[in-house]
C-alpha cells in the first residue's frame, strides 16, 4: 500500500518520524513509535513476523549496547540503572524500522525522480541513481575475481588481494566510461525535460502524511 504513495510523502514522513523519535525522552512514547510502526509493517506492508524479527534483530544488538553503557557508566544526569537505557534502546528500533519501511516501500528510481522534481540536477540524480544499482555487483565482481587468481595459483595472499583491488579499479572505469555515454545519450542537463510517467501529488498522499503525524502530534501533546 505504501508503494503506491508519492515518494515526496515518504520521504517527509520518515524525516518527520526521525526528528520525532529523536525529541521524545521518555520510554512510553518510543514504545508507542514504535508499536505503530510495528503495525504499519504488518498490516500495510504485509511484513511476516519473522521476516520483521529479523530485520530488528541487528537494530536491537546495537541498542543493547545503550543499555550497558546507562548500567555500567551513567551518571546522575543520564542515569545509573539499566531502565535508564531503556528509551535509547527503543529509538534505536524506531530508527531501524523507521528505515527499514521506507526503503522497502520506495523504489530508488521514484525516489531520484521525487528529487529531481524538487530541484536535484538530473544529472546528479543519475549518478546516484546508477551508483546504487552498481554497488551491489562489485560484491560479485570481486568474488569472480578471487576465484579466478586462486585457480591460477603462485600467488600470496597480499599479491591476490592487491590484484583484486587493480581488477575491481578497472572494472569499475569501464562501468563508468559506459554511464557517462549512457548520461550524454539522454541528454542529461539541468535544461527543462519532459518525463514519461509523471508523479503527481495526489489526495491520497496528503492523507497518509496527516495520518501518518497523528502519533507524533499525539505524543508531543502529552509532553506538552
Not at 551513567?74 to 537505557?85: I, R
Not at 543519475?126 to 544499482?133: D, E, L, R, W
Not at 597480499?158 to 583484486?164: D, I, N, S
Request: proline share 4%; hydrophobic share 55%; charged share 15%.
Amino acid at each position: 500500500m505504501l508503494a503506491k504513495r508519492h515518494a515526496g510523502a515518504k520521504l517527509a514522513l520518515a524525516l518527520l518520524w526521525l526528528v520525532g523519535a529523536t525529541w521524545v525522552a521518555s520510554w512510553q512514547g518510543q514504545a508507542i513509535l514504535l508499536g505503530t510502526l510495528v503495525g504499519a509493517a504488518l498490516v500495510l506492508e504485509r511484513v511476516t513476523p519473522w521476516k520483521l524479527l529479523k530485520t530488528l534483530v541487528p537494530f536491537a544488538l546495537f541498542g543493547v549496547g545503550f543499555l550497558w553503557t546507562h548500567a555500567l557508566f551513567g551518571n546522575e544526569a543520564v542515569g545509573g540503572d539499566l531502565y535508564s537505557g531503556v528509551t535509547p534502546f527503543l529509538r534505536t528500533l524506531v530508527f531501524g524500522l523507521t528505515s527499514f519501511l521506507f526503503v522497502r516501500a520506495t523504489p530508488p528510481s521514484k525516489l531520484v525522480r521525487c528529487l529531481i522534481d524538487w530541484g536535484l540536477s538530473p544529472r546528479v540524480g543519475f549518478a546516484v541513481s546508477a551508483v546504487y544499482q552498481l554497488l551491489p555487483g562489485l560484491t560479485e565482481d570481486m568474488r569472480s575475481l578471487r576465484l579466478a587468481l586462486r585457480l591460477r595459483g603462485g600467488m600470496g595472499f597480499f599479491a591476490r588481494e592487491g590484484a583484486v583491488l587493480l581488477g575491481l579499479l578497472a572494472l569499475t572505469i569501464r562501468k563508468s566510461a559506459r554511464l557517462s555515454v549512457a548520461m550524454a545519450a539522454r541528454g542529461l542537463d539541468n535544461t527543462p525535460r519532459s518525463w514519461l510517467v509523471e508523479q503527481r501529488w495526489r489526495l491520497a498522499d496528503s492523507l497518509t502524511l496527516a495520518v501518518g503525524i497523528i502519533p507524533l502530534i499525539t505524543i508531543f501533546a502529552r509532553l506538552l
